[in-house]
């Protein structure tokens, strides 16, 4: 069978984008259009905490500043949904966990930046993902700084970022979850076992990659597609089932 799994020299032109934009002033700065970077960020579901009509529960952050915290597990929202209920058991009974795209989360910020005091979002990582991205950026002589983690993998004979096959293109996966990039890389290390010992993981920081689709035009970043972690795939798919039974025609 065919390998839908390979490693692309072409497109380690990415790597030196996405890493150059956050540490180098010498790139060519370039706005992204908003409706691609939403477009790329629409798959993703995040989580927040809403009241009754649909605001966020926000807290004061510096300068006084409005701040909704934006939960990428959903199961981290409830949590906190659940520790209101013992800390503060009356605004408990007045919010729920709201499930919200990342690319709507996008177009609040950008909406937000615009106004006086208006609303900022503090994404709250998955912790299991935080320790994953803190082992690999100490083996690699670097220190995690905050932010959510995102897995990526390069490898081969050009040190390229590893691409997979979808719609009959290649695209560059970045994941949420560690173990979900695992097992792409297995994969490949079977079919390419000569390759096997070229393969590295990295870590790149959500905000920073947002950042990057942002301020660089380069069609590369093109091919970035966030994968979701495996408990946002699967409340894709329970939602997706919902509605298309609440789609069905009565009487079929």
């Not at 993981?201 to 959500?206: A, D, G």
């Not at 091919?223 to 079929?252: A, D, M, W, Y």
């Amino acid at each position: 069978m065919r390998s839908l799994i390979r490693w692309s020299a072409t497109l380690s032109i990415v790597g030196t984008t996405l890493l150059g934009s956050w540490f180098s002033q010498n790139l060519k700065v370039w706005a992204l259009p908003a409706e691609q970077i939403v477009e790329k960020l629409n798959p993703v579901p995040v989580f927040t905490i809403a009241d009754e009509q649909g605001a966020p529960l926000v807290a004061s952050g510096e300068n006084n500043a409005k701040v909704a915290g934006v939960f990428i597990s959903q199961q981290d929202a409830e949590d906190f949904v659940s520790k209101l209920q013992t800390e503060k058991p009356e605004l408990a009974q007045t919010v729920q966990v709201v499930p919200v795209s990342l690319g709507e989360v996008y177009k609040l910020t950008q909406a937000s930046e615009s106004q006086n005091n208006g609303l900022e979002f503090a994404y709250v990582p998955d912790q299991q993902e935080v320790d994953s991205a803190k082992t690999i950026l100490t083996e690699n002589g670097q220190q995690y700084q905050g932010g959510v983690p995102l897995f990526v993998a390069k490898g081969g004979e050009q040190n390229g970022y590893l691409t997979i096959e979808r719609d009959s293109q290649q695209v560059i996966p970045f994941f949420f979850e560690k173990k979900q990039l695992e097992n792409v890389v297995s994969q490949f290390k079977q079919q390419k076992p000569e390759l096997a010992d070229t393969v590295n993981i990295e870590v790149v920081l959500l905000e920073g990659v947002i950042d990057t689709l942002q301020n660089s035009n380069d069609e590369m970043l093109n091919k970035i597609v966030l994968v979701p972690s495996t408990e946002s795939l699967q409340f894709i798919r329970e939602n997706s089932t919902e509605q298309q039974e609440g789609q069905t025609p009565q009487g079929q």
